[in-house]
């Protein structure tokens, strides 16, 4: 059964994560804090901690104990990115650990029978971040108030707590124990508990509800609601509810780290959680680090600034293509630049807009031998070797060789290069009559002008699609970008006024039998290859289009049985046929994958791994390896 094999599998992880069972004998007060326990500002840390603590047993991954103090500067390219402090700090109900196993860790434990009940047990005398208790009344409220409160959410509770449309049964055993039930499995609920941005199926319900029309009266939140110039309480209640981004001061936190900055500025600052939950073998409280200082800066300028020395971790805004130059600067600014992988199906990919309006190209893109043809186009190897010193991984956009799911021909499937090939598939659709220039012809007569979008035409991708454009010209095809703002661009495409666009492949390049493929079939009005699709699924037929091509079709049962099932096996079986249809149908162009990612650590930032997976999902980039264990080395 699947609830016994993920019990046994959720607790052996969490013990190889590091998760020690017992506390330390006795705790060690943070320096940083120690005078507002001596004014009585602050309880001692052993009654802001929780009784039994997540204890991270740092020796088990390698690591060396830290020391308290410094402050660790950032760089970010937008105001927006406080967020970043959520997906770095990295505090889950359950989370990934460095070998992408989902264990506990604000939690204490958790149950899963059958794939469908869910118990969760939370630490007896957590506190949020303002020393309230942390307790199932927080569930409650999110549950009750929020998810299910119709001027707070209009569209109902998450598609996440969905399941073919049913909610769940949702209880309150005890002040720190939640149950979630449902009829049929609901294999997305941990995993989305754990992702980079979760689903947060709690809320400081002691905070929020000043702002809630079931709790404050409502002239009281008129009046409040007017004073913020917002137009009702609900939109007021929304400004305040922000866990995700971050920017909410007032809003008591769980993270590491708590923002002390109202927006708008060009400079945040975050200061250690007085009552986070963690603490070393040792008694440390963590994190380590005091404070956190996010300088805002244009994203052109961060790899200079990184360069310069103003950041002691970097990753964020700069790429391979500033390896050289951040390697040039390294001795002078006292930092190393380490290359880590990505877990990206492609570092880059071209989606065929299956979706698009043009009645000329649109029957062109639907077929797959126009799609294979032009892979088998693309000149992988140059690319690499040019662009990526032969670094990178060849192959088209599918899951990586560290994937449990990872067969060959599904990277190599029509990934050669071979033009002769590509040519042959080109003129068995028809597409034989040429311009005096060598261009094909569409059956209009019009060239065969093939405009690539893209929502940032950066040096990178330049430099890349000027190599794909001269291998397709000598197939026939002609290849042109345009590049537009990030709205526009989802915009267009989401309309169907894209014909190809250009984005980073599948997000799950580590995908394993337990991680839902909702990437390979039509599932969100987000994905490039087929908007109009995914908006159908995504809205349950309620607008969008339903998809028509059985291949696509086939794709959108093979998830829903996923879904369905809660078999280990029959999920496995799933994956791979999908796979397998991606291989075929070449949905995508993977132009290159493996890239590595410069990582730039100040010599002083210790723990911060030499080698390491930076990607959105599963790592929330630094946030699987814990940065509340980050210390600085004194001198």
Same mark, same amino acid.
């Given at each position: 059964?699947?609830?016994?094999?993920?019990?046994?599998?959720?607790?052996?992880?969490?013990?190889?994560?590091?998760?020690?069972?017992?506390?330390?004998?006795?705790?060690?007060?943070?320096?940083?804090?120690?005078?507002?326990?001596?004014?009585?500002?602050?309880?001692?840390?052993?009654?802001?901690? &929780?009784?039994?603590?997540?204890?991270?047993?740092?020796? +088990? *991954?390698?690591?060396?104990?830290?020391?308290?103090?410094?402050?660790?500067?950032?760089?970010?390219?937008?105001?927006?990115?406080?967020?970043?402090?959520?997906?770095?700090?990295?505090?889950?109900?359950?989370?990934?650990?460095?070998?992408?196993?989902?264990?506990?860790?604000?939690?204490?434990?958790?149950?899963?029978?059958?794939?469908?009940?869910?118990?969760?047990?939370?630490? !007896?005398?957590?506190?949020?971040?303002?020393?309230? &208790?942390?307790?199932?009344?927080?569930?409650?409220?999110?549950?009750?108030?929020?998810?299910?409160?119709?001027?707070?959410?209009?569209?109902?509770?998450?598609?996440?707590?969905?399941?073919?449309?049913?909610?769940?049964?949702?209880?309150?055993?005890?002040? %720190?124990?939640?149950?979630?039930?449902?009829?049929?499995?609901?294999?997305?609920?941990?995993?989305?508990?754990?992702?980079?941005?979760?689903?947060?199926?709690?809320?400081?319900?002691?905070?929020?509800? *000043?702002?809630?029309?079931?709790?404050?009266?409502?002239?009281?939140?008129?009046?409040?609601?007017?004073?913020?110039?917002?137009?009702?309480?609900?939109?007021?209640?929304?400004?305040?509810?922000?866990?995700?981004?971050?920017?909410?001061?007032?809003?008591? %936190?769980?993270?590491?780290?708590?923002?002390?900055?109202?927006?708008?500025?060009?400079?945040?600052?975050?200061?250690?959680?007085?009552?986070?939950?963690?603490?070393? %073998?040792?008694?440390?409280?963590?994190?380590?680090?005091?404070?956190?200082?996010?300088?805002?800066?244009?994203?052109?300028?961060?790899?200079?600034?990184?360069?310069?020395?103003?950041?002691?971790?970097?990753?964020?805004?700069?790429?391979?293509?500033?390896?050289?130059?951040?390697?040039?600067?390294?001795?002078?600014?006292?930092?190393?630049?380490?290359?880590?992988?990505?877990?990206?199906?492609?570092?880059?990919?071209?989606?065929?807009?299956?979706?698009?309006?043009?009645?000329?190209?649109?029957?062109?893109?639907?077929?797959?031998?126009?799609?294979?043809?032009?892979?088998?186009?693309?000149?992988?190897?140059?690319?690499? !070797?040019?662009?990526?010193?032969?670094?990178?991984?060849?192959?088209?956009?599918?899951?990586?060789?560290?994937?449990?799911?990872?067969?060959?021909?599904?990277?190599?499937?029509? +990934?050669?290069?071979?033009?002769?090939?590509?040519?042959?598939?080109?003129?068995?659709?028809?597409? %034989?009559?040429?311009?005096?220039?060598?261009?094909?012809?569409?059956? /209009?007569?019009?060239?065969? /002008?093939?405009?690539?979008?893209?929502?940032?035409?950066?040096?990178?991708?330049?430099?890349?699609?000027?190599?794909?454009?001269?291998?397709?010209?000598?197939?026939?095809?002609?290849?042109?970008?345009?590049?537009?703002?990030?709205?526009?661009?989802?915009?267009?495409?989401?309309?169907?006024?894209?014909?190809?666009?250009?984005?980073?492949?599948?997000?799950?390049?580590?995908?394993?039998?337990?991680?839902?493929?909702?990437?390979?079939?039509?599932?969100?009005?987000?994905?490039?290859?087929?908007?109009?699709?995914?908006?159908?699924?995504?809205?349950?037929?309620?607008?969008?289009?339903?998809?028509?091509?059985?291949?696509?079709?086939?794709?959108?049962?093979?998830?829903?049985?996923?879904?369905?099932?809660?078999?280990?096996?029959?999920?496995?079986?799933?994956?791979?046929?999908?796979?397998?249809?991606?291989?075929?149908?070449?949905?995508?162009?993977?132009?290159?994958?493996?890239?590595?990612?410069?990582?730039?650590?100040? /010599?002083?930032?210790? /723990?911060?791994?030499?080698?390491?997976?930076?990607?959105?999902?599963?790592?929330?980039?630094?946030?699987?390896?814990?940065?509340?264990?980050?210390?600085?080395?004194?001198?």
């Amino acid at each position: 059964m699947l609830s016994r094999t993920f019990v046994v599998a959720l607790l052996a992880a969490a013990l190889a994560a590091g998760f020690a069972r017992g506390a330390p004998a006795q705790y060690k007060e943070p320096l940083f804090l120690a005078h507002s326990v001596a004014m009585g500002d602050l309880p001692p840390v052993e009654k802001r901690l &929780p009784a039994n603590p997540a204890v991270a047993d740092l020796a +088990a *991954r390698g690591l060396s104990p830290g020391k308290y103090g410094g402050t660790l500067r950032l760089l970010m390219g937008r105001a927006r990115d406080t967020r970043m402090m959520v997906i770095y700090g990295y505090a889950r109900l359950v989370a990934y650990n460095p070998e992408f196993e989902i264990v506990p860790d604000i939690l204490e434990r958790a149950e899963v029978k059958d794939g469908r009940i869910f118990t969760l047990y939370l630490r !007896q005398g957590h506190k949020w971040s303002d020393g309230r &208790p942390f307790t199932s009344e927080d569930f409650r409220y999110y549950w009750e108030d929020v998810a299910n409160n119709r001027e707070l959410s209009p569209g109902g509770p998450h598609k996440v707590l969905l399941v073919d449309g049913e909610s769940p049964r949702f209880e309150v055993v005890d002040e %720190t124990t939640v149950r979630y039930s449902w009829s049929k499995p609901n294999p997305q609920f941990l995993p989305k508990l754990a992702a980079a941005s979760p689903l947060f199926i709690y809320r400081p319900a002691h905070y929020l509800k *000043r702002f809630h029309n079931r709790y404050t009266a409502p002239e009281r939140l008129a009046m409040l609601a007017e004073r913020m110039r917002f137009h009702n309480w609900a939109a007021l209640h929304d400004k305040k509810d922000n866990l995700y981004r971050f920017d909410n001061p007032d809003l008591p %936190t769980l993270q590491p780290w708590m923002n002390l900055t109202r927006g708008p500025s060009q400079r945040f600052v975050f200061t250690r959680n007085p009552y986070y939950y963690r603490v070393d %073998t040792e008694g440390r409280q963590l994190p380590y680090i005091d404070r956190v200082h996010m300088v805002i800066a244009s994203g052109r300028l961060i790899p200079a600034k990184t360069a310069a020395g103003d950041s002691d971790l970097q990753a964020r805004n700069i790429h391979f293509t500033d390896y050289t130059f951040l390697k040039a600067n390294a001795k002078r600014s006292g930092y190393t630049v380490r290359l880590w992988r990505s877990t990206k199906g492609a570092h880059l990919a071209l989606y065929f807009n299956l979706n698009a309006n043009d009645p000329v190209w649109a029957p062109i893109l639907r077929d797959a031998r126009f799609r294979q043809a032009l892979s088998l186009a693309v000149d992988r190897e140059e690319i690499n !070797q040019v662009m990526y010193y032969g670094l990178a991984i060849v192959g088209n956009n599918s899951v990586l060789p560290q994937s449990p799911l990872y067969k060959p021909e599904y990277r190599d499937s029509w +990934a050669e290069y071979d033009l002769k090939r590509a040519n042959a598939r080109l003129d068995e659709m028809g597409l %034989t009559k040429k311009g005096s220039d060598g261009i094909r012809l569409l059956p /209009n007569g019009q060239p065969m /002008n093939l405009i690539v979008e893209t929502a940032s035409l950066s040096s990178e991708q330049a430099d890349l699609l000027e190599l794909v454009r001269d291998t397709w010209r000598k197939v026939g095809i002609k290849l042109f970008t345009k590049p537009s703002q990030r709205e526009v661009f989802r915009n267009r495409v989401m309309s169907g006024e894209t014909l190809v666009s250009i984005w980073s492949g599948l997000d799950y390049g580590l995908a394993n039998p337990l991680t839902d493929p909702a990437e390979l079939a039509p599932s969100n009005q987000y994905q490039l290859q087929w908007p109009k699709w995914g908006r159908y699924y995504e809205t349950g037929g309620k607008a969008g289009t339903e998809p028509d091509l059985p291949a696509a079709k086939e794709l959108v049962e093979l998830h829903r049985a996923w879904l369905g099932t809660a078999s280990a096996k029959r999920r496995e079986e799933i994956w791979r046929r999908m796979l397998e249809i991606h291989a075929r149908e070449v949905f995508t162009i993977g132009l290159i994958g493996g890239v590595p990612q410069p990582v730039v650590v100040d /010599n002083k930032l210790k /723990n911060v791994p030499e080698k390491g997976i930076y990607s959105w999902s599963p790592t929330a980039y630094f946030g699987v390896y814990k940065p509340d264990s980050f210390w600085f080395e004194a001198g």
